[in-house]
């Protein structure tokens, strides 16, 4: 289970999807081992970034069971159920968590217009999904319109112990970070944005990251270095994949970059995403293209003690 001292890269995986629109299971297979394979710490699954508000209910149980059989227990795997309802979010978590689930991720609904609202609706998630499951607060208010304070974040600490880990993409949100970092009670905070800011986000107190990148073993590297008190050798690093972190965070065409890197890299077998979903253009490819072979030329300087190309 995830708990409040939980650290290191829960990558948010991509959800593979075969050319006629079906989840591809023999891609999902591989991206879990390609994912475990780069060192994480754990996976999320049923994010944002992985779809998961256009899967069908069914599809989202299913997909949620065949990733943690394939995973066996290796990482823990924390399930996204952000959704409409409370019935719907309890099934889904008692599915998951039955299936072997280490916690599920909330973001709150849209429309929570003040703090207690969210506070209350929390509070009522917690009794439904029941006390034994670990929780992570997703604060996103760039994708849900909610934000919330540092000291309402606290609040939900305090007042539901379930509450044991937060992921933190408010932007700009270091202030928030560093508010919510020293304060009692402790909570595991992992940080998203695709990694934009991972390096300031460490230095500010987070234990690592919850989000995507289609070079999940940079950020594994950038985390541990840090931990290791490397702090220059871990932006060093993270520097030579800055150009292409940026590029993936493209508004709208930041998860059909990301997964063509994939498909690339052989990881998964096509890089459909579902409709309404972004697709690349010829110059999008070209871009793409002359970004990640600066990248490889770059890595390989770096080992020979080059620097910079």
Do not use: W
Request: net charge neutral; hydrophobic share 45%; glycine share 12%.
């Amino acid at each position: 289970m995830i708990g409040r001292e939980t650290n290191g890269v829960f990558i948010i995986s991509a959800t593979p999807f075969t050319e006629d629109g079906g989840i591809d299971l023999a891609s999902v297979d591989r991206l879990v081992e390609f994912y475990i394979g780069s060192g994480v710490a754990g996976i999320t699954i049923l994010g944002m970034m992985g779809e998961a508000p256009k899967l069908s209910a069914d599809e989202s149980r299913g997909l949620a069971r065949h990733v943690l059989g394939r995973v066996a227990g290796r990482v823990p795997v924390v399930v996204g159920v952000s959704g409409a309802g409370l019935d719907n979010i309890a099934r889904l978590t008692a599915a998951v968590m039955e299936a072997g689930a280490a916690g599920v991720m909330v973001a709150p609904p849209p429309g929570l217009a003040t703090e207690e609202r969210v506070l209350g609706y929390y509070a009522q998630l917690c009794g439904r999904i029941g006390a034994a499951v670990p929780v992570c607060y997703q604060d996103y208010p760039q994708a849900t319109g909610v934000h919330v304070s540092a000291d309402t974040i606290l609040r939900l600490a305090r007042e539901l112990p379930q509450v044991v880990m937060l992921k933190h993409e408010d932007c700009p949100g270091l202030a928030k970070l560093s508010a919510v970092r020293p304060a009692s009670p402790r909570l595991s905070i992992l940080t998203g944005n695709g990694g934009l800011y991972l390096p300031q986000e460490l230095a500010r107190g987070a234990d690592g990251a919850m989000t995507g990148f289609a070079y999940p073993e940079m950020l594994v590297k950038v985390v541990a270095l840090h931990r290791a008190g490397q702090a220059d050798a871990a932006e060093d690093l993270f520097d030579a994949y800055l150009p292409l972190v940026r590029h993936e965070q493209q508004p709208g065409l930041g998860l059909a970059i990301r997964k063509e890197v994939l498909r690339r890299r052989g990881v998964i077998a096509s890089a459909r995403t579902r409709a309404p979903g972004p697709s690349l253009s010829a110059a999008d490819h070209a871009e793409l293209t002359r970004l990640t072979e600066r990248l490889e030329r770059r890595l390989r300087n770096m080992e020979k003690g080059e620097g910079n190309p």
